[in-house]
């Protein structure tokens, strides 16, 4: 009856969960300014401006553009177009043509309040404006600008959703099928990690609606990765341990009630090891990271739920027959076969220093390839291919070089307004400074810079208004751009510590030694300097990216150093219950290799492939987040945990397990602990 129960528990809270889940999507923020730390200089002009009349402003820039040069008709048009826009449409001032000096382009800078703080009218306004903006007859007409950039942004984030899912499903799919050889079992942990999503998405809703927890796209994307790429990884072990339980018991329940005495420990210990150094993110001052740490730990432990509850009571339900037509028979022996990780295990065991030594080299002289990534990412650069916003903003830049087409926005008290619109005026690097919207006691100033966007002239010109403006805001898109960076440095600084000293407290514990925790920390940051190095020496030169996210250290080292470290915990475990029955410790390391390393390298194939998903999505953020970390769990299931890890084992002997009691007092003969992990 209990599995019954279970799954009609189950059936019971996706009926609950179902409808807050569907509204994850309504409350997901993807604009560079919902990113940013509360305390940001550009962050405080975008809440300003909210309170503006009118809320916060819609900046666009219609660009017409001819290669041979502008025609007489051309620019009629173009005045049609701008009026038919102003005409419809309440903007804070006329449109006024600016034409570049070789005659090719017109760009028009269009502002207005008229869609408020609403995403969807906003969206509604600026495709209206893009209906009206038409070129033809070799004439492009495009629409640009900060307000159009913001648009696509959030169509794109819109539209992550449903591939991102049907891909991570179908990868999955593929996988297991190899792996389990079977038509039905394979369904089986794909459907309970879906119903694990659809919890997650529900409880993150909640955590929005009742602790403010921000979520954005990228947030929600790696959340889905992760219960289908974790949860596999859980449900492999369960139903590797369940397999070999039947061939021992008659009683399917028996045999999962054994499975899970058996490898229930160690998914536990993993799963929250991995959400611990998730949690870490808490600390983050950009917005967006400290809210993908709480997004991305519930993704976690709702997966370790479904696959600790639901899919083993579904297993019970369907008996046997769920492996056909590889059926474990009770009272059956496994059979003999050679093992891949037992002659890989074999080489590290022969000449341990020898392979430690070339595998730390391997991963360090990878590791130099992260200094070839590229600079910092600007917006228009964020998309992998180009909407109509990036390639307006494109045209600009080609045809006004040196010149800014995006303003920078200066909020200034009113009572010193007017000596701030001077002191702009006079700044170096200052092109011209007019006066805006007031309310609230605060005067909105419009200041356009000399250099192009998101260069280091107009970052010099952002530094010189705050130093120079005492008690006024400089934000704008540029301003958003450097405060990113500089909450981003500051974070990897925090953070990184804290992940890596609340990982090695949690082995400690866990393992009982010093040694085997800092070996396990120290491989999965080489891990993560290699995976690193592969990006830089790919993301360029290969994939043609022209920026580096400012968030892709600190996430990738989240990511790859607490799942890298839960890998280190089924094989280090299964390493010390060898060495708990007596025996020696390079026996204890080659079999702890051979019998787990088929699942591990399982389980790691198929957390790469699902965090593979992300490199085919249309935000360079994305590809750049899952290649690094699909590279880093490669690396560190093949290299890191099968030659590196085993080889350390093996050379330390008992020192690997100072200063616990297996340094010093060999385990009595016969002795035997119950084991975390034990697998074909």
């Known amino acids: 009856m209990l599995p019954w129960a279970i799954v009609a528990l189950w059936v019971a809270v996706i009926a609950i969960a179902g409808p807050l889940a569907g509204g994850l999507g309504d409350v997901q923020v993807n604009r560079a300014v919902d990113y940013l730390p509360a305390s940001a200089d550009s962050t405080q002009v975008a809440k300003i401006q909210d309170a503006l009349p009118g809320g916060e402003s819609t900046d666009l820039v219609l660009v017409y553009h001819r290669d041979g040069g502008l025609t007489a008709a051309d620019r009629a048009l173009a005045a049609r177009q701008t009026a038919e826009v102003a005409g419809a449409h309440a903007l804070t001032a006329p449109p006024r043509a600016v034409p570049s000096e070789d005659g090719t ?38 629409v640009g600008g900060p307000g ?6 959030q169509k794109v984030y819109g539209s992550l959703g449903g591939p991102l899912l049907y891909t991570t499903v179908a990868v999955v799919a593929i996988l297991l099928i190899l792996i389990y050889r079977s038509p039905l079992l394979w369904l089986v942990p794909l459907v309970v990690a879906g119903v694990a999503d659809a919890l997650s998405m529900a409880v993150v809703y909640g955590l929005n609606r009742g602790f403010d927890v921000t979520v954005t796209g990228q947030s929600s994307a790696v959340m889905t990765i992760l219960v289908f790429g974790a949860g596999t990884d859980y449900a492999l072990l369960l139903v590797s341990r369940y397999r070999e339980e039947l061939t021992r018991t008659a009683r399917p329940h028996e045999a ?73 028979v009770y009272g059956s022996e496994p059979k003999k076969r050679r093992s891949l990780f037992a002659a890989m295990g074999g080489t590290a065991g022969r000449r341990p220093v020898a392979v430690l030594v070339a595998g730390g080299v391997l991963l360090g002289a990878l590791s130099l390839g992260a200094f070839n990534l590229p600079g910092d990412l600007r917006q228009e650069d964020s998309f992998t291919s180009k909407p109509d916003s990036v390639t307006a903003m494109t045209t600009l830049a080609d045809a006004y070089p040196g010149r800014s087409t995006q303003p920078i926005t200066v909020l200034s008290p009113d009572d010193r307004a007017g000596a701030a619109l001077a002191k702009a005026r006079t700044t170096e690097g200052v092109a011209s400074a007019e006066r805006g919207r007031s309310g609230g006691g605060w005067t909105e100033l419009s200041v356009v810079a000399e250099a192009r966007p998101e260069s280091a002239g107009e970052r010099d010109t952002i530094r010189a208004l705050r130093d120079g403006l005492d008690g006024s805001h400089v934000g704008g898109p540029g301003a958003q751009q450097m405060d990113l960076e500089t909450a981003s440095s500051r974070d990897l600084g925090i953070v990184v510590p804290l992940v890596l000293l609340s990982v090695l407290l949690i082995l400690i514990v866990l393992l009982r030694s010093l040694v085997a925790p800092l070996l396990l920390v120290a491989a999965v940051v080489a891990v993560w300097g290699a995976a690193l190095g592969i990006g830089g020496l790919v993301f360029g030169p290969v994939l043609g990216l022209k920026g580096t996210d400012p968030g892709l250290p600190l996430l990738t080292f989240v990511f ?74 490669l690396l560190d299931t093949f290299l890191v945990r099968t030659y590196l890890v085993t080889s350390a084992s093996v050379a330390l002997q008992r020192r690997i397990w100072w200063p616990g009691a297996l340094s010093r007092t060999p385990a009595a003969p016969g002795a035997r602990a119950p084991e975390l992990v034990r697998t074909p």
């Open 256 to 328: 999962m009630a054994a499975a899970l005495r058996g490898c229930g420990p160690a998914v536990v210990a993993s799963s929250a090891t991995v959400a611990a150094g998730l949690l870490c993110l808490l600390a983050a001052d950009l917005t967006s990271s400290r809210g993908m740490g709480p997004i991305a730990a519930v993704g976690v432990l709702c997966a370790l739920l479904a696959m600790l509850t639901l899919l083993p009571a579904v297993l019970v339900l369907l008996g046997r027959r769920v492996f056909w037509p590889l059926v474990p």
């Open 148 to 153: 159009a950039l913001n648009v696509d942004a």
């Open 105 to 142: 382009t017109l760009m028009y800078p269009v502002s207005t309040t008229e869609p408020g703080q609403d995403d969807e009218a906003r969206t509604a306004f600026v495709d209206r404006v893009r209906e009206t903006v038409r070129g033809g007859g070799g004439l492009d007409a495009e």
């Open 560 to 633: 790859l150093v607490a799942l890298g470290v839960d890998y280190g915990i089924f094989l280090m475990h299964r390493v010390r219950e060898e060495a708990r029955r007596g025996a020696e410790p390079t026996e204890a390391a080659l079999t702890a290799l051979r019998t787990t390393g088929g699942v591990i390298a399982s389980a790691g194939l198929v957390l790469a492939a699902t965090f593979a998903v992300l490199t085919n999505m249309p935000l360079v953020g994305l590809v750049e987040m899952g290649f690094v970390i699909a590279v880093g769990v």
